[in-house]
C-alpha cells in the first residue's frame, strides 16, 4: 500500500483599511425674502425705504476654509435702465414706479447698485456656513407720473436671480429662491402760494384795487383735489366781501376771487371750491384779489392771514 501525502498551504492575507480621501462637494444657495414697501405717497418727502434679509447657506466645502459666493439680482419683471438703476416696479398705472436696490443702506450718498455683490464666507469645521447679509430697496420716482394704485416686479430664482461660488472663485452655480418688490401707491398733494401785495394805497378808496396771488399745487398723477381758501382771520361774514385786513382795529374789506372779473367768490364751501387732477407736477391756480372801493383806511399797513386747503 502506498501513502501519498499531500501539504495543505494555507495562506492568510490580511488587508489593512486605510484612510481615504475624497474632494469635498461644495454647495450654496440663497433666499431672498420678498421686500413691501407698504404704502407709499411719493410726493410727501419721507424716506420711502424698506429691506430684508439675504440669506447664503453653504456646505460640503473643505473645513477651515473660505470660499467665494456672488449673488446676482437681474432687472426683475418690471424691467430696468442699462446699470439696474433704477429698476422699475408695474401696476395700475400706465408709468411705471422707479425703485433702486443696494446692499448697503447708503443710497444717493454713495451705495453702489446691486447687481452682482461677492463675499468672502469661511467655512466651519464641518465644511459649512450660513451668513445672513441685507438687501436695501428705495423709491425713487418722487414726483414721477405714478398713478394710485399697487406696483410690484418679480424676481424669479435662477433667471432673475443667481448664486455662484467656489473655493477660488465663483464658477459653479446654486439654486436661487424667487422674491418680489411691491409698493401700494396713495394720493398725496404739495402745495404752495406766493403773498397778495397791494402795495401802496390812498387811506380815502374811491375805487376798487386789484391784485393777484399764485397757488402751486401738485398732486400724484390722475388724483382728484379740490382747494379752497379760508375766511381769513377777521372774518365779518360770508360771501365775497366777508374777509378783512387789520390795522389795529381799523379794517379794510376784500375779496379773493376765482376769475379776474371778481364775481366769483373763492372759500371753503363745495360751491366756492376749486377743483382739479393731478399730473404729477405743479399746477397753477390764480387767486384774484380786490380791495373794495368806497372805503376809508386809517394810515398804517393792513393785513390778513388766510389758510389755503387742498383735499385730495
Do not use: K
Not at 460640503?60 to 459666493?69: C, D, L, V
Not at 378808496?205 to 393777484?212: G, L, M, N, R
Amino acid at each position: 500500500m502506498m501513502l501519498r501525502s499531500f501539504v495543505m498551504t494555507v495562506i492568510f492575507a490580511v488587508y489593512a483599511t486605510l484612510p481615504s480621501s475624497a474632494n469635498a462637494s461644495l454647495v450654496c444657495e440663497v433666499d431672498i425674502v420678498s421686500l413691501d414697501f407698504g404704502m407709499i405717497s411719493v410726493r410727501d418727502g419721507l424716506s420711502l425705504r424698506t429691506s430684508g434679509p439675504v440669506t447664503i447657506d453653504c456646505n460640503g466645502g473643505t473645513p477651515g476654509t473660505t470660499i467665494q459666493a456672488c449673488v446676482t439680482i437681474g432687472s426683475g419683471s418690471g424691467g430696468s435702465v442699462p446699470g439696474q438703476s433704477p429698476r422699475y416696479m408695474t401696476g395700475d398705472g400706465t408709468a411705471p414706479l422707479a425703485y433702486q436696490l443696494t446692499a448697503q443702506n447708503s443710497f444717493s450718498s454713495g451705495g453702489s447698485i446691486w447687481e452682482t455683490v461677492g463675499y468672502a464666507i469661511p467655512l466651519d469645521a464641518t465644511g459649512s456656513a450660513t451668513i445672513a447679509t441685507t438687501l436695501h430697496a428705495e423709491v425713487t420716482a418722487v414726483a414721477a407720473q405714478a398713478t394710485v394704485g399697487s406696483y410690484s416686479s418679480r424676481f424669479d430664482g435662477g433667471s432673475d436671480v443667481n448664486v455662484s461660488y467656489g473655493e477660488i472663485e465663483c464658477n459653479q452655480s446654486g439654486a436661487t429662491s424667487a422674491f418680489s418688490v411691491s409698493a401700494s401707491l396713495a394720493a398725496s398733494c404739495d402745495v404752495s402760494v406766493s403773498n397778495m401785495d397791494f402795495g401802496v394805497i390812498d387811506n380815502a378808496i374811491v375805487a376798487p384795487v386789484d391784485q393777484t396771488a399764485t397757488i402751486e399745487v401738485s398732486c400724484t398723477n390722475a388724483s382728484g383735489y379740490t382747494v379752497g381758501i379760508g375766511p381769513g382771520l377777521q372774518p365779518a361774514g360770508a360771501g365775497p366781501t366777508g374777509r378783512r385786513m387789520a390795522n389795529g382795529t381799523s379794517l379794510l374789506a376784500y375779496g379773493l376771487y376765482h376769475d379776474e372779473s371778481r364775481t366769483s367768490d373763492w372759500g371753503l364751501t363745495p360751491a366756492t371750491v376749486a377743483g382739479g387732477t393731478g399730473t404729477g407736477g405743479n399746477q397753477s391756480q390764480t387767486v384774484f384779489g380786490r380791495i373794495f372801493g368806497n372805503q376809508s383806511a386809517s394810515m398804517g399797513s393792513y393785513s390778513d392771514s388766510v389758510v389755503v386747503i387742498v383735499t385730495y
